[in-house]
């Protein structure tokens, strides 16, 4: 646990909040500020990752090789540049105050990542988003379609929030996980 702390305290990106990805920056658990790091810091042997802010969400069940993703906090330039569609609603538990429903690009490859709160064992699942619905749970969400058999990504969700960035980076949080002592598991 410590040299975790320590890797999370000394990245020299990892306190930086960029005024875009604010919002993703919401309720942030220990275990998910890897992922945020990974996400942010270039390393000197290998640029892990390209600048794009996470969407840090509740996962619902998985079934028939589908899942929602959803949480009333997502930052709209999920892509690094442009900003996504979005609304402003109410918060979704309270009905009080505003949260935005940002409409994530239909067909874009996404990284989920499943924290473990005992730092052993990070899942990763690669998948595409194919909708945006509007379900009565968290404001911003979107459904991802993977290939893997949906009993085995219930069996991996071992930790609370899920970590999502647009594109494939799997290769580079193993990568990463690995420096950390934390290993890896590629459901792709």
Same mark, same amino acid.
């Given at each position: 646990?410590?040299?975790?702390?320590?890797?999370?305290?000394?990245?020299?990106?990892?306190?930086?909040?960029?005024?875009?990805?604010? +919002?993703?920056?919401?309720?942030?658990?220990?275990?998910?500020?890897?992922?945020?790091?990974?996400?942010?810091?270039?390393?000197?042997?290998?640029?892990?990752?390209?600048?794009?802010?996470?969407?840090?969400?509740?996962?619902?069940?998985?079934?028939?090789?589908?899942?929602?993703?959803?949480?009333?906090?997502?930052?709209?330039?999920?892509?690094?540049?442009?900003?996504?569609?979005?609304?402003?609603?109410?918060?979704?538990?309270?009905?009080?105050? $505003?949260?935005?429903?940002?409409?994530?690009?239909?067909?874009?490859?996404?990284?989920?990542i499943m924290?473990?709160? $005992?730092?052993?064992?990070?899942?990763?699942l690669p998948?595409?988003?194919?909708?945006?619905?509007?379900?009565?749970?968290?404001?911003?969400?979107?459904?991802?379609?993977?290939?893997?058999?949906?009993?085995? %990504?219930?069996?991996?969700?071992?930790?609370?929030?899920? +970590?999502? %960035?647009?594109?494939?980076?799997?290769?580079?949080?193993?990568? $990463?996980?690995?420096?950390?002592?934390?290993?890896?598991?590629?459901?792709?």
């Open positions: 646990m410590v040299e975790i702390l320590s890797f999370i305290i000394i990245a020299p990106n990892c306190f930086r909040i960029p005024i875009d990805a604010l +919002i993703s920056w919401f309720e942030r658990e220990v275990c998910c500020c890897i992922c945020f790091s990974v996400f942010d810091v270039v390393s000197e042997e290998r640029k892990v990752f390209s600048g794009k802010p996470v969407f840090m969400n509740d996962p619902t069940y998985p079934h028939n090789q589908l899942i929602t993703l959803a949480h009333c906090t997502a930052p709209r330039r999920m892509n690094g540049r442009s900003l996504e569609p979005a609304r402003i609603m109410t918060h979704f538990e309270s009905d009080y105050g $505003a949260a935005p429903k940002v409409e994530m690009h239909v067909g874009q490859t996404v990284t989920n924290p473990d709160f $005992a730092f052993k064992l990070y899942t990763g998948g595409k988003i194919v909708d945006n619905p509007m379900l009565d749970i968290c404001r911003s969400q979107i459904d991802i379609g993977f290939e893997c058999d949906s009993r085995i %990504v219930a069996e991996k969700m071992h930790g609370f929030h899920w +970590i999502t %960035v647009y594109g494939d980076y799997l290769r580079e949080m193993d990568y $990463a996980l690995k420096k950390i002592g934390i290993k890896f598991e590629n459901l792709g």
